[in-house]
């Protein structure tokens, strides 16, 4: 099992930054994916931007030149650069991991962590 958890949320003003971590722990084989995720009220979840363990990234069209996703595998953490951020960013940002052995792949997610954009 792999356990996620993701931190950096909280209440920024629009135009601002935040930082979002997410740390993976327990019984980690390959990350190969690692990514993130927002879901705001009344709306399906969305990719944010992911990235590969070799270090390729993809981003969602709305975010792109204002997030920035990377990743240090040495402690299994993946991190999402947000700026500029205005209000239409608010939602519950999740990370994703998929671990993969041998041709099994697991996929877990984390808990979550509000992002509000408000002035």
């Known amino acids: 099992q792999v356990q996620l958890v993701e931190s950096g949320g909280g209440l920024v003003q629009p135009g601002g930054s935040l930082r979002l971590s997410c740390a993976a722990s327990?019984?980690?084989?390959?990350?190969?994916?690692m990514g993130w995720y927002r879901q705001a009220p009344g709306k399906q979840r969305e990719l944010v931007a992911n990235?590969?363990?070799?270090?390729?990234?993809n981003y969602a069209d709305s975010v792109k030149g204002r997030f920035t996703i990377s990743r240090d595998n040495a402690k299994n953490t993946v991190y999402l650069q947000m700026n500029s951020l205005n209000p239409e960013d608010t939602a519950v940002y999740y990370c994703?991991?998929?671990?993969?052995?041998?041709?099994?792949?697991?996929?877990?997610w984390g808990q979550g962590t509000q992002v509000t954009v408000s002035s």
């Open positions: 327990g019984s980690i084989f390959s990350l190969n994916f």
């Open positions: 994703r991991a998929k671990d993969l052995r041998g041709t099994s792949l697991y996929d877990y």
């Open positions: 990235i590969l363990s070799g270090g390729s990234t």
